[in-house]
């Protein structure tokens, strides 16, 4: 088990885990690690030798949930079969921004995990300051170049080399209604953003809370990401969140958008602030409330809760955003371990990237694969669903990377939004034109 403590030098000197990082990325990483707190996560039995190869995996994630854990148990169970241990270094909080905190003072330390859950532009950070391995041999032969989509590519692979191994790719525009609810109160499959303020009116009228949120500010920016692509369009979605272009940021069209969070904000129950995003699962699962507006991982809640699409619950796509997909993926950053850690690691990717592994992980995570040959048999009517918009945005050019979720900018941009979006939410910012301002000011700040 890994613990909180304090490293001393000697420690990190005895455990042959630091390799120098590049020259010019030593300037980065200074900059980079500034913010880190001032403990160090470190492992216990740290610092032994060990001649032969370690077989252990050491995994840092924030994969706490129900359904989160059960998907996690898949791959453990892979890598027991083939001999591997696991070492857990769980770090609860959705989202991740826990996790990447202590993910931060162990690289600071010089301790990096075999792998550790990450998204997008943090996994290219990492990189940029040359502290990840290169796993590019093993998806040579694995033939990784032509399964994972560019996409993703884009995030996996940095100069050249393979950083980290894609585990899934998620979607966050959609909406998950519990299905005898829908049916008491008569409702309908929302087609516009209208709609949807209708249901939610007819929810609040039958008293059932209407939207189940959890007032974090990545999942309030989670939402908001759907409401701007509903609002202004797929074109707009990709000038603004993932180009930054300060025309859209700053234009009418995001405005509506605040003024459409603010809409919908109305319908959450008075004690949301602070809630985990599992737990508003939750209350839709158990009927007390119709509809959270959330990433596919919701749906691994339901699965885990033995719940069937369209018999105890229904996956829309958020309306207005039908034929778009506003992605992110889980990815296994691959750290630049010592030798006799390398051949865990290796396990550890391919075990990651096989496609029967790709296909029961994901059917229990309510992600979908990372890999674009994998059928879709073993998946329910909503992981079927996502398959195939994936794979429809990816050809019409409809597949945009969520800011919310690390994909759509580097985190200080990510972080700056969320901060604007849940001020906002939470009455700190009171209009959507102080909002905007704040918005691009934000951005501009951490450009
Ligand atoms: C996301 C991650 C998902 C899920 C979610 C809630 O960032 O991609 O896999 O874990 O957070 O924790």
Known sequence: MWCLAA?????????RWVSPPLTNGRIFMRKFLSSAALAVVMMAGFGSAHAADV???????WWTSGGEAAALNVLKQDLAKEGFAWKDVPVAGGGGDAAMTA???MVAAGTYPTASQM????????AQAGVMGDLTETAKKEGWDKSVPAALQKFSVYDGKWVA????VHSVNWLWINKSVMDKIGGTQPKTFDDLIALLDKAKAAGVIPLALGGQNWQEATMFDSIVLSTGGPEFYKKAFNDLDEESLKSDTMKKSFDNLAKIIKYVDPNFSGRDWNLATAMVIKGDALVQVMGDWAKGEFVAAKKKPNTDFLCYRFPGTDGSVVYNSDMFGMFNVPDDRKAAQVALAKATLSKSFQSAFNVVKGSVPARTDVSDKDFDAC???????????NEGGTLFGSLAQGYGAPPAIANAYKDVVSKFVHGQIKTSDEAVTQLVQAIDDAR
Do not use: F
Not at 7 to 15: G, H, K, N, W, Y
Not at 119 to 126: E, F, I, K, S
Not at 165 to 168: E, K, S, T, Y
């Open 103 to 105: 993910l931060k003072a």
């Open 7 to 15: 490293l001393t030098a000697e420690d990190i000197r005895r455990s």
């Open 383 to 393: 992981g079927k669903k996502g398959i195939a918009d994936l794979k429809a945005a």
């Open 119 to 126: 998204l997008g532009y943090t996994v290219l950070d990492y």
């Open 165 to 168: 191994a894609p585990v899934n």
């Open 55 to 61: 077989k252990e995996v050491q995994m840092l994630h």
